[in-house]
């Protein structure tokens, strides 16, 4: 079995220079344990900050080690009372083919109505994102206008359709025309290519003339300051990520325009999901509902084995996913 080991602290843009494929041995289980086969693994933008070596809220990996990250895969044989041979489970046994663990630290999965790679996307760690960033952070409306960033990726594909399914308008941004057409299948009502704009304060005014009401920060820079310019008085913004300045080396600089947060009385709200796992059981029956009424649906790339895990991790930063990038082993 193959796994991914990191072999230096990044610097910069990931590269599949810093990764070794390595082949190892995976033990046969001992009591209470089972023996699983991944079939999805997870790349994720919160990766890049465990490459670099700092302690943020979450350690940093280990050198000449295997990472871990969102994985979901088959049990192949099992000594835990749990779970059976057949079942599907999630886990953060990610960036490895297989793997034996102890079975009460896995989370079985039902793969009755959605497919199991639907827990690593929209039903999964992305999915709960958007909606603690639309329902806590935001505290969306009926008839409010949201504007969703990195509109066609994992969070924000998901986003949208849960912004919509909450009856607000919805105002997505992303990268190129085929994104944007991806987007609007969604449901996204009004679509800006971010990239075809020189002046996004003056695009997303153009579609939101009264201004919006609540902004899904996932990208920083140029987006947080048309955002800042674009809100209404007592607009919310959910600060879910920045990645435009992931793979920066030179400090940050403030938008020149932090002030309109007095005169608007604007609300930030930073967070990292794992703080709200308390939502979770709401969002299974918010989700269960929009998908029982057809308002959901999935949607992925996906790169082809784990040799791939580093060119798909890769391509969160140059725009290669649409929908939620994943690895299939
Ligand atoms: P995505 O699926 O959205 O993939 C990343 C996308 O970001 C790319 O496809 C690209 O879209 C866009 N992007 C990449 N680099 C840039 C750039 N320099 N400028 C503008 N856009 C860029 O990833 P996720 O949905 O998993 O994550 C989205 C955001 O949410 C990230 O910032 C992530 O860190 C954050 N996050 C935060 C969590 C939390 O707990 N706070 C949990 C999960 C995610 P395009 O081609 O349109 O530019």
Redesign the pocket.
């Known amino acids: 079995s193959r796994e991914i080991h990191l072999n230096a602290y990044l610097k910069g843009a990931p590269d599949p220079k810093y990764y070794d494929v390595v082949e190892t041995d995976v033990p046969a289980p001992g009591a209470g344990e089972v023996l699983v086969r991944n079939l999805y693994i997870s790349v ?3 990766m890049r900050g465990r490459m670099s070596g700092v302690h943020t809220y979450i350690a940093p990996f280990g050198i000449g080690q295997v990472m871990d990250g969102g994985a979901v895969g088959e049990v192949i044989e099992s000594n835990f009372d749990g779970l059976k041979p057949g079942d599907h489970v999630s886990s953060m046994h990610g960036w490895r083919e297989a793997y034996t663990a102890p079975g009460a630290g896995l989370t079985k999965i039902d793969t009755s109505i959605l497919p199991p790679q639907a827990f690593l996307g929209i039903a999964g ?2 999915g709960l ?1 958007a909606y603690v960033g639309l329902k806590r952070m935001i505290d969306l409306q009926p008839g409010e206008t949201l504007w969703m960033s ?7 594909s998901s986003g949208i359709q849960f912004a919509k399914a909450m009856g607000a308008t919805v105002i997505a ?4 025309a085929e ?1 944007c057409a991806f987007v609007k299948s969604l449901g996204a009502d009004h679509v800006v290519d ?2 075809a704009t020189d002046d996004l304060t003056a695009a997303i005014t153009a579609v939101a003339p009264d201004g919006v009401d609540g902004y899904f920060e ?2 920083g ?1 140029t ?1 947080f300051t048309a955002a800042l310019n674009t809100l209404r008085r007592k607009g919310r913004i959910a600060a ?5 300045r ?1 793979n920066d080396t030179s400090a940050a600089t403030l938008p020149d325009n932090l002030t309109m947060m007095i005169g608007k009385s604007l609300t930030i709200r ?5 703080d709200h796992a308390d939502m979770f059981t709401d969002f299974v029956s918010d989700l269960g509902n929009w998908m029982a009424a057809g308002k959901i649906k999935p949607a992925e790339t996906v790169m082809d084995g784990i040799e791939n895990a580093p060119a798909a991790f890769s391509g ?6 649409t ?3 994943l690895v299939k082993i």
């Open positions: 994720d933008p919160y760690m992305p994102t990195a509109g066609a990726g994992a969070v924000g941004t992303a990268g190129g994104k971010y990239k996932n990208v820079g987006h879910c990520g920045m990645i435009q992931y930073g967070f990292i999901v794992s969160l930063f140059t725009g290669q996913n929908g939620k990038m």
